[in-house]
T-cell receptor, first 112, second 109 residues
Framework: GAGVSQTPSNKVTEKGKYVELRCDPI?????LYWYRQSLGQGPEFLIY????????DSGLPNDRFFAVRPEGSVSTLKIQRTERGDSAVYLC??????????FGPGTRLTVT | GEDVEQSLFLSVREGDSSVINCTYT??????LYWYKQEPGAGLQLLTY?????DMKQDQRLTVLLNKKDKHLSLRIADTQTGDSAIYFC?????????FGAGTTVTVRA
């Protein structure tokens, strides 16, 4: 079956601009996660959705970051007033609750 | 610093066994995972072990867990060139995964 998909695969934006990153989870997975992976590091947790609600957003670095999942399937990670330090690979994962997480290929964000 | 620690690099000859080590901190972690990441790709789940087990074997992969020392290892038998990648150890804290920085495995002919 289809895995987790993320679009775009690459995004280059200028400092100060707004970006949206999209994640399509595996069909039937009610849990969805966003992680951020900086160069040479492991992924770091950002936010967890169970259904439509953000059950835990404690990993979001500041209020420029926001994520939604309005219908309990597709999720969008939104970053306002981007900064060069936001450059990273943004990974999305999905799972059935309590089960292993399956990751998408990621979106590489570059802020110039 | 990292809650999950791994050595950064491992070089192994094709056909030999690879052993990747990891230490973690949270004794309440229920599952421990190994993920593989190839260049430009996302994370591929390789295997996982429940915290009340001490060993799990899955084809060429063997996971050993020493819960007392909070030490996890992944052994890859008969390492192939396709095994060249970055391997991440992760512990689960409820729904969150906490990853190490990854071990880059290079397989030489």
């Amino acid at each position: 079956g289809a895995g987790v998909s993320q679009t775009p695969s690459n995004k280059v934006t200028e400092k100060g601009k707004y970006v949206e990153l999209r994640c399509d989870p595996i069909s039937g997975h009610t849990a969805l996660y966003w992680y951020r992976q900086s160069l040479g590091q492991g992924p770091e947790f950002l936010i967890y959705f169970q259904g439509t609600g953000a059950a835990d957003d404690s990993g979001l670095p500041n209020d420029r970051f926001f994520a939604v999942r309005p219908e309990g399937s597709v999720s969008t990670l939104k970053i306002q007033r981007t900064e060069r330090g936001d450059s990273a690979v943004y990974l999305c994962a999905s799972s059935s609750p309590g089960y292993e997480q399956y990751f998408g290929p990621g979106t590489r964000l570059t802020v110039t | 610093g990292e809650d999950v620690e791994q050595s950064l690099f491992l070089s192994v000859r094709e056909g030999d066994s690879s052993v990747i080590n990891c230490t973690y901190t949270d004794s309440s972690s229920t599952y421990l995972y190994w993920y593989k990441q190839e260049p430009g790709a996302g994370l591929q789940l390789l295997t996982y072990i429940f915290s009340n087990m001490d060993m799990k074997q899955d084809q060429r992969l063997t996971v050993l867990l020493n819960k007392k020392d909070k030490h996890l290892s992944l052994r890859i038998a008969d390492t192939q060139t396709g095994d060249s990648a970055i391997y991440f150890c992760a512990e689960s804290r409820d729904y969150k995964l906490s990853f190490g920085a990854g071990t880059t495995v290079t397989v030489r002919a």
